[in-house]
């Protein structure tokens, strides 16, 4: 999804999403044309949107699955921000974007793991995904992302 909403601050509003399945593992996505790119799917807010449906419709659109597919187990309590790095800033978009204030959320799969599909959007966002273990993302993701990594894993350690 391109734009979104900034606040005042500079933060673009965005979700996150943590999926596990039975057996406490996690999905994480290797992000199209960027062999060290891993993350945890997430997105921008529109303007006419809640956090859970901004939710809903990057569920679909990154790993192609259904409201009907997971079971939502918690949403972060407070939102949770981060700085962009000034190399990954685009200086030219108005207003200014900084970094991301998520809400992130828990969800458990319900389906089986082939209706997982990567291309149900025009622009996929990830090109693979695997299963790993529940701190495998802390110590793998981007490093200006690992704080915001850090508080999530913490928040849904016990619901997992």
């Known amino acids: 999804m391109d734009g979104g909403v900034i606040d005042k601050r500079g933060y673009r509003l965005n979700v996150g ?15 199209v044309g960027n ?16 956090p859970r449906q901004a939710m809903y419709r990057e ?3 990154e790993l192609g699955l259904d409201p009907d597919d997971v079971a939502c187990l918690a949403e972060t309590k407070k939102w949770l921000r981060y700085r962009l790095p000034k190399q990954f800033r685009r200086y030219n978009s108005k207003p200014r974007c900084v970094g991301q204030k998520q809400k992130w959320f828990l969800l458990r799969l319900l389906a089986n793991e082939n209706r997982i599909q990567l291309d149900r959007s025009e622009n ?19 490093e200006f992302k690992r704080d915001v990594y850090r508080n999530v894993l913490q928040e849904f350690e016990e619901l997992v």
């Open 17 to 31: 999403i943590m999926l596990v399945n039975r057996q406490g593992e996690l999905l994480w996505g290797r992000r």
């Open 35 to 50: 062999r060290n790119a891993w993350q945890f799917p997430q997105g921008g807010i529109a303007v006419d949107e809640t």
């Open 59 to 61: 569920l679909a659109e």
């Open 124 to 142: 996929p966002e990830f090109e693979r995904w695997q299963w790993v273990t529940y701190w495998y993302p802390l110590h793998h993701v981007i």
